[in-house]
């Protein structure tokens, strides 16, 4: 099948990508001429593990392209995804979707006989129905069904979430569009995906419904984690002991600094605009929006109480600065709001990421940004663990020692234990264990 992807961002240039590795026909659409000219060279804009490849396999095998201009390839797609940015709307929280219409117009214009236009992008309930009426209103002639297919890509695995679903929601009460989209994700049947079916409106909302309730899984544990720091419990026994139950299950149940990326912090605060605007609130995702932007910011008194109440002269080493390993991105990282309030309490900062660093240079201000994270711990009164990298998992702690002013580590993700840390000399803190 022929496919436009409009967008090539983070989810538009994976979902291209692997629709083409399915065998598809796939053209990535992007207004950003830098960014095209760099795909046609070869270069990735972002950082997923195994999409360097994918993409230039595709491309050498005929199937997957790129361009500025969308015309010859939504003239002859079967189907044109709408993979554009949906940012929160500066003042009022809610969804962005002025690069969703902006790509509705521009396809009504340019489709040829049938053609399904799919919502990839994260959008609120209704957004389907507006860009019907867009459609309608520049090409009342136009043969499409307007479809909504949310994407449940996990940042650093989203190649394997593409290719391996839990589930394919498709959003379309449309026969021809159904057999459309069944038929771009035939390759899945043989993993026996369920492709689950439902009215548009309905595909939309579990979209946030499933985002929310993630997050606010997150900012459960992150709770307990502070009432077991309180009452000299151990946050990853309990979490342990809940996730056992197979009605709670033990995933998204690792205490942290609270969650951030490019997905929770936008749609659970577009959910609660959501909600609100339709009159029936949703108060546990509010507070989790209030709790979870408050956790981020109390991190920094977390590393203040390390040091005794004073950070003032201090330097603080940081390794991991995106909002999870194996991705580059910044967006709502807990580091953005940590780092400035150590530096707002008088700490130098020096900060090493394997794959953020170009992006925190542009985000954070006087961070002496290092090579590795030997180089950080160098001459660090305490070292801060924020982003859970491979790397920093079996540290030459040693080495580590040797190199700091005073043994101190503020692990904010739990990878060493304590006692071994005592053994080895350390004052550590974590979340939700007791400090040694």
């Given at each position: ?224 984690a502070d009432l077991c720091e309180a ?155 924020i982003t859970e990298w491979d790397q ?45």
């Amino acid at each position: 099948m022929h496919v436009a992807m409009i967008g090539t961002g983070y989810v538009g240039l994976v979902s291209g990508a692997c629709f083409a590795d399915f065998g598809h026909i796939v053209t990535c659409i992007d207004k950003d001429a830098g960014k095209i000219e760099r795909l046609k060279a070869g270069g990735i804009p972002i950082y997923e593990p195994g999409l360097e490849n994918l993409v230039a396999q595709n491309v050498k095998a005929g199937r997957l392209f790129f361009a500025t201009d969308a015309a010859e390839a939504v003239k002859d797609a079967d189907a044109v995804f709408i993979a554009v940015g949906t940012p929160s709307r500066r003042g009022d929280g809610h969804a962005d979707l002025s690069y969703v219409h902006a790509a509705a117009e521009e396809v009504a214009r340019l489709v040829d006989g049938f053609t399904v236009i799919v919502t990839k992008s994260t959008v609120p309930v209704g957004t389907g129905d507006e860009i019907e009426e867009i459609v309608r209103r520049v090409r009342p002639d136009a043969e499409v069904a307007v479809v909504s297919n949310p994407e449940f890509l996990r940042e650093g695995a989203a190649i394997e979430d593409f290719k391996r679903p839990d589930r394919v929601v498709v959003g379309t009460d449309d026969p021809r569009a159904q057999a459309v989209m069944r038929e771009l994700y035939r390759p899945l049947f043989l993993n026996e995906t369920p492709i689950l079916f439902t009215g548009r409106r309905t595909s939309e909302l579990i979209k946030y419904a499933a985002n929310g309730f993630l997050a606010m899984k997150i900012t459960f544990i992150n709770e307990i984690a502070d009432l077991c720091e309180a009452v000299g419990a151990d946050v990853q026994q309990v979490a342990r002991g809940i996730g056992l139950d197979n009605r709670i299950g033990n995933k998204f149940l690792h205490a942290g600094p609270g969650y951030g990326g490019s997905c929770f912090p936008k749609d659970t605060l577009a959910l609660v605009r959501t909600a609100r605007s339709a009159g029936a609130p949703i108060e546990l995702i509010e507070t989790t929006v209030k709790v979870n932007d408050a956790r981020k910011k109390a991190m920094a008194e977390k590393v203040n109480a390390a040091v005794s109440g004073e950070l003032k002269g201090k330097t603080i080493g940081v390794l991991g600065l995106t909002f999870k390993p194996n991705t580059d991105d910044m967006r709502d990282a807990p580091s953005l709001d940590i780092v400035p309030a150590l530096q707002a309490k008088g700490a130098k900062i020096q900060a090493f990421d394997p794959e953020g660093l170009h992006e925190a240079r542009q985000l954070l201000r006087d961070v002496d940004f290092k090579d590795n994270p030997y180089d950080v711990a160098e001459g660090a009164d305490v070292l801060v663990i924020i982003t859970e990298w491979d790397q920093f998992r079996a540290l030459d702690l040693d080495r580590i020692k040797l190199l700091m002013k005073q043994p101190v580590m503020v692990d904010l993700r739990n990878i060493y234990k304590p006692d071994d840390m005592r053994a080895r000399g350390f004052a550590y803190a974590s979340i939700g264990r007791a400090s040694v």
